[in-house]
């Protein structure tokens, strides 16, 4: 599919057919398995200003924390007492956690017998290298938009290339790699939407994860429109049907912006959940933008209600580690 087919596609008012399509093709491909992700929010301290994230660094509101290694290490332990075989480990961008640290985070994580995926940001190859090294098996670093200038209005102090070649290293390196975009973004033009899609083809991504921007009030962009829930799914479910082995969250951005969104990606080429498990102290700081709404694993009946969501349209939750089908294709 080139981009003229692509933005067509999403031009096109018949979301609900393109819905369909994207779930026919990932219970032709994964099936009925809905993967959950154990998400531990270790440190809110970021040295970026991105303009739309509420904890970047000119947030000057912001009470800022960092889980000491054995936090880490006990909220891993109770994502895994609580049936969860991946822990998410995300940050903002920051210097909190040495590397000799990180490592030692990362085998002692790895330990446990639980798949670990890293969403810490831009660094070295080298680091990234040694996260392997030590055990860590995916990582996440969304490009957030392929639109260089738009990019770079963004991320005042970002680099674009940088953070191509980021993935790339990632991908060389043999990281379950995982990128993704905002939708919705001031400016952003649908042909910038179906550029992002090609490089997620081009890059071979092995997750792909999208949420609607969504307006924080401590940030430049507190007056900004938020996206639209039905473009982001119509993206999302366009993904799945280019790219049917890979995984795709239903982000907690689609749920804030929509009672339903969840429910309405995972029935549209989502498979995967990704619950909160951070010590609900720090919880609150740890706001990208405005009344996150995800499950809050460590409320039970929250958990329970995320397994019976999944049961109703059909799936069930996945006993297994769950790593891409598109890296799996590759790393037999
Ligand atoms: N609205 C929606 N998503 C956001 N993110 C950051 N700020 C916002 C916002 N205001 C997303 C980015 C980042 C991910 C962790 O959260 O895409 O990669």
Redesign the pocket.
């Known amino acids: 599919m080139e981009q003229k087919e692509i933005i067509e596609i999403l031009k096109n008012d018949n979301a609900e057919e393109l819905y369909q399509k994207a779930h026919k093709t990932r219970v032709e491909t994964i099936g009925h398995n809905v993967y959950l992700r154990a998400l531990i929010e270790c440190s809110n301290v970021c040295s970026r200003n ?1 303009l ?4 970047n660094r000119e947030n000057k509101e912001l009470k800022h924390f960092s889980l000491s290694k054995d936090e880490i290490i006990k909220t891993a332990k109770l994502a895994k007492e609580l049936g969860f075989k991946t822990i998410v480990l ?1 940050s903002g961008e920051n210097q909190v956690y040495d590397l000799k640290t990180m490592c030692g985070i990362i085998e002692e994580i790895k330990s446990l017998n639980l798949a670990l995926t890293l ?1 810490l940001g831009e660094k070295t190859f080298e680091e990234y290298k040694q996260y392997k090294k030590s055990g860590a098996d995916r990582y ?3 490009i ?1 938009t392929t639109d260089e200038i738009l990019f770079q209005k963004m991320h005042p102090d970002g680099n674009f290339k940088n953070r191509v070649e980021c993935l790339y290293n990632l991908k060389e390196l043999n990281y379950e790699t995982g990128t ?3 939708v919705g973004l001031p400016n952003q033009t649908i042909e910038s939407l179906a550029k992002d899609i090609l490089f997620f083809r081009e890059l071979d991504a092995d997750m792909i ?8 009030n401590k ?1 430049l ?1 507190k007056n900004e429109k ?2 639209d829930l039905e473009l982001t799914l119509k993206v999302m479910a366009l993904v799945r049907i280019l790219m049917p082995n890979i995984n795709i969250p239903a ?1 907690t ?1 689609m749920e ?1 912006l929509s009672k339903n969104g969840r429910k309405k990606a995972l029935i549209s080429g989502a498979n995967v959940v990704m619950p909160n498990v951070t010590p609900i102290l720090n919880r609150e700081n740890y706001s ?2 405005p009344d996150k709404k995800g499950v809050n694993a460590l409320n039970k009946e929250e958990l329970e209600k995320l397994y019976k969501e999944i049961e109703e349209i059909g799936d069930k939750v996945s006993g297994g580690f769950g790593a891409s089908k598109n890296f799996k294709k590759i790393n037999k």
Do not use: N
């Open positions: 991105c739309y994230c509420g904890i995300q969403s996440l670093l969304r957030e993704g975009i905002l994860g999208l949420g609607p921007f969504i307006p924080h940030t962009l938020a996206g982000t951005a804030t990208i933008y």
